[in-house]
């Protein structure tokens, strides 16, 4: 008997590329289960993320006119990583395995097929890596792998390439439901489940219709909230700055008593301000730097709720008809 699939998909304002991306995973769907690699209850589950527009009207006339689409609807825009969340921990209870992918259809869909081999293959995670980035523009490809080697160099531990286009296993996702965050960097949590994991290569596309929703504003902040969630490095780079600048006043002091005894003391001034400015901007960038990780102790002591689900859409009688 072949294993329940869920595709779920975050949407955030994508009417204008819902209907073509509901008609080619219907396409996909209905070939793995001609195959018979997927149970017939498989689904796609449409998470809309507060959208402004008509994201949620088309999903629940999608899922009207047939019984492969699902919908949760958010009760406000919460994100990306939050409405997967959303998404995968609706999934979690009706399905045997659960693929996380974008509403732009960049990933490949075809990369679907790869992935529920792998699963029954025995890995309990497969990871969707892009082979390349030909189509990105050369500003996204250039910002896109910055991301990921600062992310990785700041002790981030991340699958290079991969986004949050993955396959897992049900029980997977019960691991990932016990990591309480609230603030999430799915990425970068995944790994920490562990089990068999493997992955499968894919071109990245165009986004077909419609903008992107990630300008760099938000990558920036996004790589911001990934490394100071995973990782306590940069307040170590502060102490190891603060070392740094220590034997540097030792030698300051070694320097200025030296030209005290030469009776040059009245020299100096441009030094002394260059310090001051810089002394001075070492310690705000520092304190702004613990400062997010207090921000972030203070978020996750109060464990607000990361999403609250509206609406989901079943089958009328739980079932496929
Ligand atoms: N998305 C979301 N909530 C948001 C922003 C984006 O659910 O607040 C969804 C969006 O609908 C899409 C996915 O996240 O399915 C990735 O967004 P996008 O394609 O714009 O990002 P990019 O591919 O440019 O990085
Ligand atoms: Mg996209």
Known sequence: MADILYIVVPCYNEEEVLPETARRLREKLEGLMAAGRIAPDSRVLFVNDGSRDR??????????????FSGADLTRNRGHQNALLAGLMTARERC?????????????IDAVDA???????????????????AKDT??????????????NTMGAETVFNHADYRLMSRRALEGLAQFREVNLFLRGIVPMIGYRTGTVEYERGERFAGESKYPLKKMLSFAMEGITSLSVKPIRMITALGFLVFLISIAMLIYSVARW???????????????????????LLSLGVIGEYIGKIYLETK??????IREVLEDRDGKAD
Do not use: N
């Open 138 to 151: 050369f500003f996204k490809r250039v910002t896109a792998e910055g991301f990921y080697r600062l992310m």
């Open 115 to 133: 992935m529920v081999e792998e699963y029954y293959g025995g890995c309990d995670i497969v990871y969707g890596v892009r082979s390349s980035r």
């Open 261 to 283: 005894a030469m009776g040059e003391t009245i020299l100096g001034w441009a030094s002394l301000v260059c310090s001051v400015w810089a002394i001075g901007g070492l310690i």
């Open 96 to 108: 045997d395995m659960a693929i996380s992918m974008d509403a732009d259809l960049q990933d490949d």
């Open 303 to 308: 464990e607000r709720p990361r999403f609250l």
């Open 55 to 68: 994201t949620w009207e088309i999903i629940s006339q999608l899922h009207q006119q047939c019984p492969l």
